[in-house]
């Protein structure tokens, strides 16, 4: 099993360029189902996407993916359909489920493996099915998938999500594309990705509106010729990167390819800690602060405080002067990365869903493994600024959602191979 050994404390410099957003490529490629011929511009080539595609390939779409220049083309020729999500493809990405929409809608039945609960919570899919049983889809859960069948197609209606979830938000948004009449889904999740999802339905001929938290769905006809859509940049990855510039830039960390307006909260916490940013049209330099203070952060739907940058972010609370506490709303056993970072001699604790940590504390190196994406990519953090060698195991779960990450860190100065 391949580990990466990092010899921490290196100062990085120099400049990262960011990825695909991970986040708003599945669903798009979900969507893609709905389509003739699509042309997919910066994805990101990492484990989930590839993922993805297998089951497109499986469901009966051709689809071609250009490594080098990170284009996908995806072509439906309607031939040979498997309305089918199996198992073994959901049960490693969640994201698989996303597909449901997408058949019902074009094909008026589906049979989705349900995900099952996952390193970070239970993650039960029950708004997902109460939008679509909302839009008119029969479902039944028989022998761990779902059955959803729409005989005579999903009828637009109004929909109010109990709780903001993004990917049942995803998955209503693309069912509801060809519903007849008018659809209104209400309490709907924001996150720029969503955003991106709709860029994409748009193109293909969607009539939506946005309104708040509100969406609204004008049943549309899909484009027969064929789209071009740019995937929005992974602000996640570049949350993850201002961090380690944050920990460690002494004198300027350049990150491009990004849009700083979309990820304002992110900035203006890190600001608050005292880390320096300047903001450029399309990059952010970041300068690690001189003495930090504390700060107490709350995950929250977009625009807050993303769950996916909170592991990342405890990390360098660790470093900062005095208790800062990071509360997790959003998903209910994402601390994984506490008795790990424990190990390297943060001094954290956890109360409910409170993670309490006091800094500063030197972080030594130590042989960890991480159970998650985000999880392992704080590990990452944590061993470029501990003393000594860190050893991280389980590397497969940072394949999943950092594309090139030893190349982009190595770029920047820092000693981390894989072995
Ligand atoms: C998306 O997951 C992301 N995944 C996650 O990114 C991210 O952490 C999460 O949104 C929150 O921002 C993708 O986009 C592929 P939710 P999703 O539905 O859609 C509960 C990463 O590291 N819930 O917004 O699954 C759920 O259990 C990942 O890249 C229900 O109760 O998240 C959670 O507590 C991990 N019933 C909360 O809502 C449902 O039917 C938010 O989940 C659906 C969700």
């Known amino acids: ?71 996908i083309e995806i072509f439906n020729f309607d031939k040979k359909i498997n309305t089918l999500a199996p198992y073994k493809l959901v049960k490693t990405m969640r994201a698989g489920v996303l ?23 239970t993650r039960p899919v029950d708004l997902h099915l109460y939008a679509l049983k909302k839009l008119g889809a029969k479902i039944k859960i028989k022998n761990g998938y779902i059955y959803a069948e729409a005989k005579n197609g999903l009828k637009g209606t109004k929909i109010r999500f109990p709780s903001i ?35 994409f339905l748009k193109k293909l001929g969607a009539n939506i509106n946005l309104k708040g938290r509100t969406i609204t769905i004008k049943e549309s006809k899909v484009k027969s ?31 491009d390819k990004i849009q700083p307006n979309i990820i304002k909260s992110e900035i203006d916490i890190l600001k608050k800690i005292g880390i320096k940013i300047i903001k450029k049209k399309n990059s952010v330099n970041i300068i690690k602060g001189k003495s930090l203070k504390r700060i107490n952060i709350t995950t929250k739907p977009y625009p807050g405080f993303p769950t996916d940058l909170q592991a990342q972010l405890m990390v360098l609370l660790t470093q900062v002067n005095g208790v800062s506490k990071i509360k997790e709303n959003i998903f209910e056993n ?6 790990e970072l424990k190990r390297m001699g943060a ?22 493994m991480a159970t998650d994406l985000r999880a392992s990519v704080s590990l990452v953090l944590a061993g470029l600024i501990a003393e000594n060698r860190t050893i991280i195991n389980r590397i497969y779960h940072l394949d999943r959602g950092y594309e090139f990450l030893e190349r982009k860190l190595k770029n920047c100065k820092a000693e981390i191979t894989r072995v």
Do not use: W
């Open 225 to 255: 010729s064929s789209i071009i859509h740019q995937v929005i940049f992974d602000r996640i990855e570049l949350g993850t990167y201002m961090i380690a510039g944050a920990l460690l830039a002494k004198k300027n960390l350049l990150i």
């Open 99 to 121: 597909v449901l929409g997408s058949l019902l809608s074009k094909y008026k039945k589906a049979k989705v493996s349900l995900p099952g609960g996952c390193a970070i919570g």
């Open 334 to 339: 994402r601390f994984m990365h506490v008795p």
């Open 165 to 199: 979830s993004v990917g049942a938000t995803e998955n209503a948004l693309i069912a509801s594309f060809k519903a007849k009449g008018r659809t209104v889904l209400k309490n709907c999740a924001m996150e720029p990705e969503i955003k991106d999802l709709i860029s």
């Open 1 to 71: 099993m391949q580990k990466l050994l990092i010899k921490g404390k290196k100062e990085l410099s120099g400049k990262i360029s960011i990825s695909g957003s991970k986040n708003a490529t599945l669903p798009i490629l979900a969507a893609s189902i709905l389509a003739k011929h699509v042309t997919i511009k910066n994805i990101p080539l990492v484990k989930d996407i590839f993922t993805m595609v297998e089951l497109l390939n499986f469901i009966g779409l051709k689809t071609k993916i250009i490594k080098k220049k990170n284009i």
């Open 347 to 368: 001094h954290i604790e956890i109360k409910n869903k409170t993670a309490i940590i006091k800094g500063p504390t030197k972080l030594t190196g130590a042989e960890v």
